[in-house]
T-cell receptor, first 113, second 113 residues
Framework: DTAVSQTPKYLVTQMGNDKSIKCEQN?????MYWYKQDSKKFLKIMFS???????INETVPNRFSPKSPDKAHLNLHINSLELGDSAVYFC????????????FGSGTQLSVL | GENVEQHPSTLSVQEGDSAVIKCTYS??????FPWYKQELGKRPQLIID?????GEKKDQRIAVTLNKTAKHFSLHITETQPEDSAVYFC????????????FGTGTQLKVEL
């Protein structure tokens, strides 16, 4: 009964391919996020959704497209993958209006060859 | 936007000693300052947080102090143990920003026996 779960855990793919990462939370939170952690461990927000509505979009290339079918799910689709996309992608959730505590998923290690 | 600097990037201490990690932020309107711990290959997890209306907060061996005038905050770990070895991230967020956390660059803490 993992609180924030994301799949797959590892993703190895060729340049130019399209891939998706899925995230689900069972905490009843209404806000979900995608963070990117690069090889130097730097954590940077990419997107944030509140109740299926996009509220933060941090100058991410439009090859990255988040989709939130409902407030418990936030998926990330990446088109035309590039070498520089290799990183760990973390999904997270929080409850707006209560506090800002983030609960992270276990991460997806994306390797673009 | 907000900018968070974190020092040192690596910190090695003997078991039982104290460890201090420092962060500075740029936007004086920031009002929420969490600290996350990330063990190797794991997800970041919140260990303590502080709001701008509080100067200090303590939870067992961990404490955080905030100096709003100087715009810096620090994490203090006393009686360090080997299981404290991890990467620690500070972060800051502005009010009304959709809970957009800006993270510091991380501190690799190693507690040696």
């Amino acid at each position: 009964d993992t609180a924030v779960s994301q799949t797959p855990k590892y993703l190895v793919t060729q340049m130019g391919n399209d891939k998706s990462i899925k995230c689900e939370q069972n905490l009843g939170h209404d806000t979900m996020y995608w963070y990117k952690q690069d090889s130097k461990k730097f954590l940077k927000i990419m997107f944030s959704y509140n109740n299926k509505e996009l509220i933060i979009n941090e100058t991410v290339p439009n090859r990255f497209s988040p989709k939130s079918p409902d407030k418990a799910h936030l998926n990330l689709h990446i088109n035309s993958l590039e070498l520089g996309d290799s990183a760990v992608y973390f999904c997270a959730s929080s409850q707006a209006g209560v506090d800002e505590k983030l609960f992270f998923g276990s991460g997806t290690q994306l390797s673009v060859l | 936007g907000e900018n968070v600097e974190q020092h040192p990037s690596t910190l090695s201490v003997q078991e039982g000693d104290s460890a201090v990690i420092k962060c500075t932020y740029s936007d004086s309107a920031s009002n929420y300052f969490p600290w996350y711990k990330q063990e190797l290959g794991k997800r970041p997890q919140l260990i303590i947080d502080i709001r701008s209306n509080v100067g200090e907060k303590k939870d067992q061996r961990i404490a955080v102090t905030l100096n709003k005038t100087a715009k810096h905050f620090s994490l203090h770990i006393t009686e360090t143990q080997p299981e404290d070895s991890a990467v620690y991230f500070c972060a800051a967020s502005l009010p009304g920003g959709g809970n957009k956390l800006t993270f510091g660059t991380g501190t690799q803490l190693k507690v040696e026996l």
